[in-house]
């Protein structure tokens, strides 16, 4: 998936961008390198007051490509609202009881 990997750094607006990514999140063609751009890009932005990408966070947090261990980690940036913490605890702790 060569044009989704592309299509992560692509930027444009923050509320664009945002939505972009969590697109590309979604898709269900997605693999796992193509995730692991979207974890960076969304990491880079959490970094940076320049945009929130929340709803990328828990579309990332509900891929079984990823590791809970590797989404967790957002949760820890500066740019992490407590409403996106609670999110992500929840849709991780989903991705567990579904496992069972």
Do not use: Y
């Amino acid at each position: 998936m060569d044009v989704l990997g592309e299509l992560c750094s692509k930027r444009d607006s923050p509320w664009n961008d945002g939505r972009l990514l969590l697109l590309i999140a979604e898709h269900p063609k997605a693999d796992r390198a193509v995730l692991l751009g979207v974890l960076g890009e969304v990491e880079a932005r959490l970094r940076t007051s320049v945009s929130r990408p929340f709803a990328a966070v828990l579309a990332l947090a509900g891929r079984p490509e990823l590791t809970p261990e590797e989404v967790q980690g957002l949760a820890a940036l500066p740019g992490a609202s407590a409403r996106m913490r609670r999110g992500l605890r929840h849709r991780l702790a989903e991705r567990n009881t579904a496992v069972r």
